[in-house]
Every structure is written in structure tokens, then in C-alpha cells.
């Protein structure tokens, strides 16, 4: 995983109550991606950051989801108000600037709402 | 919708044998696909990628195909092992790699028997 550091890697939060996941890219890398991944399923792009500027937030929820990537410190993807659908992988990935060929993934943060 | 699938969601074969793992692709705008492989509990690893001017590359017991024609790929491994057991994603790029925007497919599940 090329360094890729998230955490808590494990989450339980109850419903209505909020989730903050932390990502902390590989030295250097300046992209930072959020995938979401359910049960048996493949990953979902969500957003798409460099430092300090969301780039493509697509395949975020309209509601509730939120990220951000400051100019010190790890990326934050935090979801309020959190139901049992949000209860799921979610992954960060950073590449270098300039080469997003290659993105590495971290571990993940697994999200349960109970 | 899904632009990226798999033919096969479970695929069961011997150690020592040769494995092919098979994705679909309908977008045919995209120019770069990755395979991954993701163990339990951990993120996906970047296997082998290709980008669409070619039709074959070749790694360490890894060969990933493309078919542009009817937007098939697909992955060999080369004597599986059982370390090779995990699931593979096939995963799509539209940005030709420069961003790391990826459509995952839903993933094959690759057991290998002893």
C-alpha cells in the first residue's frame, strides 16, 4: 500500500452520530482520492482532492458527506448524521502530482452504524 | 450505472494451474484499466495496468489482455499459488491515467486449492 496511513481502521458509530476518517498520503503525494466499497462489491469513486482544493466530487452523496484536504495535516472525510446504509469500506488513495497512473491505496476505515 | 463487470464472480482452481480472471468494459472512452488484488480486510494492491494502445503486457507471472473490439480484458496468472487467493477488480480509467479516477468492476473471487 505504499504508505497510504488511515484511521480509526475500524469505526462504530450509532445512527445519528458523526464518522470522521482520516487519511494521511504517501510523503510527496498531493492527490488524495476517497473510494467507498460495500459489502461484496467493487470501489466507488467518491472525491477526487489536491491540498486544499476538491477537484471532483462526483460520486459524493449530496447530503451529509463532506471532505477536505488542508494544507497541513491528513485528509478528512466526514460524514454527518450517519444512517445504517453508510456502514461500509472506505478507502484513500493519493498519487504524486503530475502521475495519477498509479494511485495507492490504504487499508481502509470499515464503518459500521449500528 | 456500472460500466465496468466480470463474467465470473467465484473461480476455483488448483495450486500449480494457470488462472484467467475476465472483465467487461462498456465505456469505450476509456484508455487506461488496472487490475487489483484485494486479500480480506485489506485495500486494494495494484497488480498490472495497460492502456489501450497495446493489447498485451506482461509481468511476473501476470499477463494482463485487452480486447478493444469487444471490450474484453482479462488476467492470467501464471502457476497460482495460494497466496494468490483474494479477489481481483478490473478497473477503468477514462483520463488516460492522469487522473486516478477509476471505475472498479464488482471483483472475482479466486480460491486456489492446495
Known amino acids: 500500500n505504499a504508505g497510504v496511513m488511515q484511521n480509526p481502521r475500524h469505526l462504530v458509530r450509532r445512527r445519528g452520530q458523526e464518522a470522521r476518517l482520516r487519511c494521511s498520503p504517501v510523503?510527496?503525494?498531493?492527490?488524495v482520492y476517497w473510494y467507498r466499497q460495500l459489502p461484496e462489491e467493487g470501489l466507488k469513486f467518491m472525491v477526487y482532492l489536491q491540498k486544499e482544493n476538491i477537484i471532483d466530487e462526483s460520486g459524493m452523496p449530496k447530503e451529509r458527506f463532506s471532505a477536505e484536504f488542508p494544507k497541513e495535516g491528513p485528509s478528512i472525510l466526514r460524514i454527518q448524521q450517519v444512517v445504517r446504509g453508510d456502514s461500509a469500506a472506505y478507502f484513500c488513495a493519493s498519487s504524486p502530482e503530475g502521475y495519477g497512473n498509479t494511485i495507492y491505496f490504504g487499508e481502509g476505515s470499515w464503518l459500521t452504524v449500528v | 450505472g456500472e460500466s465496468v463487470g466480470l463474467h465470473l464472480p467465484t473461480l476455483s482452481v488448483q495450486e500449480g494451474d494457470n488462472s484467467i480472471i475476465n472483465c467487461a468494459y462498456s465505456n469505450s472512452a476509456s484508455d487506461y484499466f488496472i487490475w487489483y488484488k484485494q486479500e480480506s480486510g485489506k485495500g486494494p494492491q495494484f497488480i498490472i495496468d495497460i492502456r489501450s494502445n497495446m493489447d498485451k503486457r506482461q509481468g511476473q507471472r501476470v499477463t494482463v489482455l485487452l480486447n478493444k473490439t469487444v471490450k474484453h480484458l482479462s488476467l492470467q496468472i501464471a502457476a497460482t499459488q495460494p497466496g494468490d487467493s483474494a479477489v481481483y477488480f478490473c478497473a477503468e480509467n477514462i483520463f488516460g491515467g492522469s487522473q486516478g479516477n477509476l471505475i472498479f468492476g464488482k471483483g472475482t473471487k479466486l480460491s486456489v486449492k492446495p
Open positions: 510523503k510527496g503525494h498531493s492527490h
